[in-house]
């Protein structure tokens, strides 16, 4: 069965400072991966998708970036993080089918 | 865990009752419709779905009913427990590129 991986569960980091998330799935190939992200009382926000290793597409002009090394890898960055990047980010995962499933979520707050 | 749903609508029902948690959307174009369940602190969990050439899905306790027409779209929950308490999220598909649109959720409170 697929399973979805991120962490760190929850990260707290001052203003400025870089950030690195981490997204993995397995028991799937070549599968669709998407970031989102989740403000308090408020939808999910789609940031970046990616259909394959080193194709990402960005949704929303921001301060943050995605790459995707591997198959199954796909990583949420920033140089320099601002307040407002705080939020509760969310990876997701669609193989051949239309469902999408998510991730447990990172809890980011930037202070 | 993630304070998630502060300012959502909320639907309070008592348990053993049925509750129907409703999303409106706004792309006619729009083929495919999925219903999510968050619990505080958690990711997303898929429920059910359901394709625009069908008005009826139904689940294990749980239903889903589309109207075209009126673009709306409802969750029916049989028998609500106290476990189903959470935010439920609806979202649609309307471009080939298989992206979802979020609604912005409504919170599911069960008394005991």
């Known amino acids: 069965s697929q399973t979805i991986h991120q962490w760190p569960a929850t990260l707290v980091q001052p203003v400025g400072s870089p950030l690195s998330l981490e997204c993995t799935v397995e028991?799937?190939?070549?599968?669709?991966l998407y970031w989102y992200r989740q403000a308090a009382g408020r939808g999910l926000q789609l940031l970046f998708y990616s259909v394959g290793i080193g194709q990402i597409s960005s949704e929303v002009p921001q301060n943050l970036s995605a790459s995707r090394p591997q198959d199954r890898q796909f990583i949420l960055s920033s140089k320099k993080l601002l307040l407002s990047d705080s939020g509760f980010y969310l990876c997701?995962?669609?193989?051949?089918?239309?469902?999408?499933?998510f991730g447990p979520g990172t809890r980011l707050t930037v202070t | 865990g993630e304070s998630v749903g502060l300012h959502l609508p909320t639907l309070s029902v008592q348990e053993g009752d049925n509750s129907i948690i409703n999303c409106a959307y706004s792309n006619s174009a729009s083929d495919y419709f999925i219903w999510y369940k968050q619990e505080s602190g958690k990711g997303p969990q898929f429920i059910i779905d359901?394709?625009?050439?069908?008005d009826k899905r139904q689940g294990q306790r749980v239903t889903v009913l589309l109207n075209k027409t009126v673009k709306h779209l409802s969750l029916q929950i049989a028998a609500t427990q106290p476990g189903d308490s959470a935010v439920y999220f609806c979202a649609e598909k309307a471009d080939a590129g298989n992206m979802l649109t979020f609604g912005g959720g409504t919170r599911l409170m069960v008394k005991p």
């Open positions: 997701a995962w669609r193989s051949s089918g239309r469902r999408q499933y």
């Open positions: 028991g799937t190939s070549n599968p669709n």
């Open positions: 359901i394709r625009s050439n069908m």
